[in-house]
């Protein structure tokens, strides 16, 4: 989806890389883990866990918050809104104003190309569409779980009556397709533009790919879908007719081996590729952000906190490294059109933005 530019600089702090440079600010968050209320500002409001992030076609950022079970949204002055969730964790709502609805845990949202909000209501197991008329509905999973996991089943059948586990990650197909990171069922789902839901890819279906916790779900601009898997330490690259590559992580087979052999990840659990090729990822366990250029074998760390392994930045001065701000433990990531990266960070209880000087590629 192509995307407008947005602009928003907030606390400036340069840092130097390989290729260039690049800027830290806070997008969002004041760094405060205790709830009070909107302030006047993005920054001047508390986030205590934002979880997921998207962009709308009036460039307005799309914030999840896990903890308030919230959904925000802040526009292009730095205002920000609640657009779903009364702030209460439940299930309730559906027909009725988005804001007043309870959600529980919501893990990511997602722009639709048409206008609506959807939302992984991850602990209900349930994606909920939040409509151009501001109310909210239920649109896939059908809530169904014991102890509170939820259930799979319904392949073949309508969206509402199957059951989700964990949904995170979404994205959206050029044909209003939705892929859905069924994470602890360990596959990614498909709605059909009928409403018909499958399973895409799983250990045991028509794509048959070893997934045991897919996580994270992006469409680039040629058409394929980036998948996550956080547990096998693995980003794919997948065409919707089901043809697979792995770009980062351990081989399947003798034919099915990486794309960038040398690099290692820990956990990773949210993935971006810019149009050029440029890719981003962020890993929890290894705690820090990367950048792979196009052309290049050694990733670039752009933010990095205190439990990650020390990898050098390279070119970096030693009092600029001091200078760069912690993170606290990356949970999504965001490409805005103008090429500079958004970082959901809930440890650090704020949305990062990281600007390049030296790119001018745009989000996938």
């Known amino acids: 989806m192509i995307r407008p530019w947005l602009s928003l600089f907030l606390i400036l702090l340069p840092v130097s890389s390989f290729a260039g440079e690049f800027e830290i600010s806070v997008f969002a968050g004041n760094g405060q883990a205790e709830w009070t209320e909107l302030g006047q500002s993005a920054t001047?409001?508390?986030?205590?866990?934002?979880?997921?992030?998207?962009?709308?076609?009036?460039?307005?950022?799309?914030?999840?918050?896990?903890?308030?079970?919230?959904?925000?949204?802040?526009?292009?002055?730095?205002?920000?809104?609640?657009?779903?969730?009364?702030?209460?964790?439940?299930?309730?709502?559906?027909?009725?104003?988005?804001?007043?609805?309870?959600?529980?845990?919501?893990?990511?949202?997602?722009?639709e190309a048409s206008g609506s909000i959807l939302i992984a209501d991850q602990w209900n197991h349930r994606i909920r569409r939040v409509h151009s008329d501001q109310t909210i509905q239920t649109v896939v999973g059908n809530g169904e779980g014991f102890f509170g996991l939820g259930t799979y089943g319904g392949d073949g059948g309508p969206a509402l009556k199957a059951?989700?586990?964990?949904?995170?990650?979404?994205?959206?197909?050029?044909?209003?397709?939705?892929?859905?990171?069924?994470?602890?069922?360990?596959?990614?789902?498909?709605?059909?533009?009928?409403?018909?839901?499958?399973?895409?890819?799983?250990?045991?279906g028509k794509?048959?790919?070893?997934?045991?916790?897919?996580?994270?779900?992006?469409?680039?601009?040629?058409?394929?879908?980036?998948?996550v898997d956080a547990a096998n330490d693995q980003i794919y690259s997948v065409t919707p007719d089901g043809s697979a590559d792995i770009l980062i992580g351990p081989p399947i087979s003798e034919t099915m081996i990486p794309k960038h052999p040398g690099i290692y990840l820990n956990f990773p659990v949210a993935v971006e590729m810019a149009r050029d090729g440029t890719l981003f990822w962020a890993e929890t366990k290894n705690n820090r952000v990367c950048r792979l250029l196009p052309g290049e074998s050694d990733p670039e760390v752009l933010m990095e906190g205190d439990k990650a392994p020390g990898i050098r930045i390279r070119g970096a001065a030693a009092k600029e490294e001091a200078n760069r701000p912690k993170l606290g433990r990356p949970n999504d990531l965001l490409l805005l059109p103008d090429g500079a990266l958004l970082i959901a960070d809930p440890d650090a209880h704020r949305v990062w933005k990281v600007t390049f000087s030296d790119s001018d590629s745009s989000e996938s």
């Open 44 to 111: 001047s409001t508390a986030l205590i866990s934002p979880n997921g992030l998207d962009i709308d076609s009036a460039s307005r950022v799309l914030i999840a918050e896990g903890e308030t079970n919230q959904i925000f949204r802040v526009d292009k002055k730095g205002s920000i809104e609640v657009v779903a969730g009364c702030g209460f964790a439940g299930f309730a709502g559906d027909g009725g104003p988005a804001t007043e609805a309870f959600l529980t845990k919501p893990y990511s949202v997602l722009a």
């Open 163 to 204: 059951g989700l586990n964990f949904p995170s990650g979404m994205c959206e197909g050029p044909d209003g397709s939705l892929y859905i990171a069924d994470q602890m069922n360990g596959r990614v789902r498909k709605v059909d533009p009928k409403g018909t839901i499958t399973s895409f890819a799983s250990p045991t």
């Open 207 to 227: 794509l048959k790919l070893p997934l045991k916790r897919p996580i994270d779900l992006e469409m680039t601009s040629d058409g394929k879908i980036l998948m």
